[in-house]
């Protein structure tokens, strides 16, 4: 179990994070997202020790990070990088060997990796000399090659081609099906959705949503979709529980107060009032909208 | 091989393997070693390439060859004297080249036929020919037996008492001075700019963000330092071996212990200064981003160590004794280039010794927590320089 718990940082003038709290769990896979600026790096970096919080603490197992605790986790920074002349096998040996492992367990993990991600062929190719995709599936098996209990990743999808976000998808289910604890962080919320058991959404250096995806989303506003093509505009307004009234989705959207037996039978009686009714249906909002709601209500703050 | 120090040495190993496996290395090295045979080579040449000439007499002048092949090795000639038939012969010889001169006519006042001047050594033997003779006929006609006369001179002349004898070796023991203060110049100097070029080299390829999640930032830093000073280590031993070799070869240094102790504290020195400088050129290396920025913030440093060294350079070549080098050699950044070699030359007190070991060993102490500092709170900071205020604030440990 990682937590984070209640982490500050400023640089200078400007607050990174504040009070930044969560946990993911043993076989959970965590969605961190937010707009860039919003803290989710400096978290992560905080959280391996590459830069020190002013207040809180990370922890691992109950227990706060150290230097030991650190080299079981698996990271990949959000600023790539890698020896830039330095072999793709000799590469992965030495970083899984500096995270504690023993030449043989290097030599055999680095091994497994570059077969799993397609990259067999290039071991002893120097990583400056491959493809951008295939040097993004190097950084994938840098940060995998020490078998980490915990997977802390920034931005793993990105500039990846559809295949590697396969692959990457795959692994990550799989180590979390180990039981790791995983939390990666992505602007692309389908991804995040289809993925992830908890998403939380950071806004100026702080979570202002957790959950999993279903319970953000009952969480949310209840909004059900109604085409009934007679309708004249205006049909829903006063009926008892509708909050407010809007055209999309191939029909009318209609936010409500509750999901009640009464409230959705009175919206369906109303509805059906003004003639045939094609559709009616509870409306799911996806991650994104659910994140914009997020976001949107603090909008009176300056998004970091 | 646990612990904190694990990392270390997987650092420094790749340090090390990358390094010695590049092609940097091997060719820097071997041209060096071939510079630094053609040097040799060209030494053995002057030094081995005795003066020797071939002058011819003729006529009464015949009476000069005695004194002049007895004058010859007084100025180090190696005189050939051969006598010709006629002055036209002789002439002919010179103009030919056969000959460096041709002596004719009155042995007391001859006549010298040269090419186009005389050799200096050449005319100073031929003076010294004619001198004789000169002498030597004043004295017969005065019934003084010249022979007499050399052998009162010979017993004559004063009897010196050193109270400090000279070194016979004084000449050999500069010369080793000097190339070993040269050696740990130029080891400090390239070794050094790696290491602050491998610093840039990890922040602009962004790896050190994944190397820094797994170890600590000094480990990474002491990695690096001992990774490229073995290196360092390494050709100064490969450089100053095939010297050392060629030297022995050409007979200018006699193996002996002198010898043993002065690469002994060659080493010594050169580890204690490359800890001192590697660590301000990391430092250093670690204030910027990219490899363009690299020589504006090596620029101070390497200047000011090029001017201590020139300085010192000089200072050690001519008054190894003073006061000005003593005082360089006791100073903390300058006493790894200079102490060995006053210590080679055998000027060094024992005490002076110490007193710059300790001193340097204290300085590179405060040098490696500053500059292990700025390292740590500067080698993640990515984009514009990091200014040296901001790198000495407050770090994450």
């Known amino acids: 179990m990682l937590e984070i718990d209640g982490i500050s940082k400023r640089f200078g003038s400007t607050v990174a994070l504040d009070g930044m709290t969560f946990t993911v769990r043993p ?54 990088g890698l020896y830039p002349r330095m072999a793709v096998g000799t590469q992965l040996r030495y970083l899984a060997e500096l995270r504690g492992r023993s030449a043989a367990q290097a030599r055999e993990a680095a091994d497994r990796w570059t077969e799993r991600l397609g990259l067999a062929e290039r071991r002893a190719d120097e990583v400056q000399r491959l493809s951008l995709g295939n040097q993004q599936r190097v950084q994938l098996a840098a940060a995998l090659v020490a078998e980490p209990d915990v997977l802390v990743l920034d931005e793993p999808f990105s500039g ?24 990666f962080s992505s602007h692309q919320l389908e991804l995040v959705e289809r993925l992830c058991d908890r998403v939380g959404i950071v806004r100026a250096g702080r979570l ?97 | 091989m646990t612990g904190a120090l694990r990392p270390v040495l997987l650092i420094a190993r790749r340090e090390f393997a990358s390094r010695v496996r590049g092609r940097a290395f091997v060719v820097g090295t071997l041209v060096v070693l071939v510079l630094l045979g053609v040097y040799a080579a060209v030494i053995a040449t002057i030094a081995s390439g005795d003066d020797t000439a071939r002058v011819g007499v003729t006529g009464p002048a015949v009476a000069l060859a005695g004194p002049l092949e007895r004058a010859a ?48 050594d050449l005319e100073r033997v031929i003076v010294d020919a004619t001198t004789t003779v000169a002498r030597d006929g004043f004295l017969v006609a005065r019934g003084v037996d ?46 050094g700019a790696m290491v602050a070029q491998g610093v840039v080299e990890e922040k602009a390829s962004r790896v050190v963000e994944i190397v820094l999640s797994s170890v600590r930032p000094w480990q990474l830093l002491l990695g690096k330092v001992l ?8 050709q100064l031993v490969v450089l100053g071996g095939a010297g050392l070799a060629v ?67 000089n200072l050690l070549t001519s008054d190894p004794r003073g006061t000005a080098i003593t005082v360089i050699s006791l100073l903390p950044p300058f006493s790894p280039l200079f102490m060995p070699a006053r210590i080679a030359l055998g000027v060094a007190p024992v005490g002076q010794v110490v007193l710059a070991f300790v001193l340097t060993i204290a300085f590179t102490a405060v040098v490696l927590a500053l500059g292990g500092r700025i390292y740590a709170n500067s080698v993640l900071r990515t984009g514009a320089r990091v200014s040296l205020r901001e790198a000495l604030g407050r770090g994450r440990g």
């Open chain 2, 73 to 120: 090795p007084t100025e180090g000639l190696t005189l050939t004297v051969v006598p010709q038939p006629d002055v036209a012969t002789g002439e002919a010889a010179v103009r030919a080249g056969d000959l460096d001169a041709l002596v004719g006519g009155e042995p007391a006042r001859p006549r010298v036929v040269v090419a186009s001047e005389p050799d200096a």
């Open chain 2, 247 to 313: 030297a022995g070869a050409a007979g200018v240094l006699a193996p002996g212990p002198g010898l043993v102790s002065t690469l002994v504290s060659v080493v010594v020195w050169y580890l204690l200064g490359f800890a001192l400088y590697a660590t301000v050129f990391a430092a250093a290396g670690s204030l910027v981003s990219r490899q363009e920025d690299t020589q504006s913030v090596l620029s101070p440093i390497t200047i000011t160590v090029l001017l201590g060294f020139v300085v010192g350079f």
């Open chain 1, 27 to 80: 076989g959970e896979l965590y969605g961190f997202v937010g707009a860039n600026g919003a803290g989710k790096t400096t978290t992560m970096r905080i959280a391996l020790g590459v830069l020190a919080a002013d207040a809180g603490e990370v922890r691992l197992e109950g227990r706060a990070l150290d230097a030991a605790s650190r080299r079981r986790i698996g990271y990949m920074p959000e600023e790539r």
């Open chain 1, 160 to 183: 990846l081609d559809p295949v590697a976000v396969d692959v990457m998808s795959e692994v990550l289910r799989e180590r979390r099906d180990a039981g790791a604890p995983v939390v």
């Open chain 2, 227 to 234: 990774g490229l000073g073995a290196v360092g280590l390494l």
């Open chain 2, 146 to 191: 010249p022979a007499a006369l050399d052998a009162a001179l010979a017993e004559s002349g004063p009897v010196v008492v050193s109270l400090e004898p000279p070194d016979p070796q004084a000449g050999r023991r500069l010369g080793l001075g000097l190339a070993g203060a040269f050696l740990l110049f130029f080891s400090i100097q390239t070794y």
């Open chain 1, 208 to 304: 202002v949503a957790e959950g999993a995806v279903a319970q953000l989303r009952d969480a949310s506003a209840v909004e059900v979709v109604v085409d009934a093509p007679h309708a004249p505009p205006g049909w829903a307004d006063g009926v008892p529980g509708v909050a407010r009234t809007r055209d999309a989705d191939g029909g009318t959207v209609l936010t409500l107060a509750d999901a009640s037996e009464a409230t959705l039978g009175g919206v369906l009686d109303a509805a059906r009032a003004t003639g045939p009714v094609h559709e009616f249906r509870r409306r799911r909002p996806t991650l994104a909208e659910i994140y914009r709601d997020a976001v949107a209500d603090h909008g009176s703050e300056v998004a970091a």
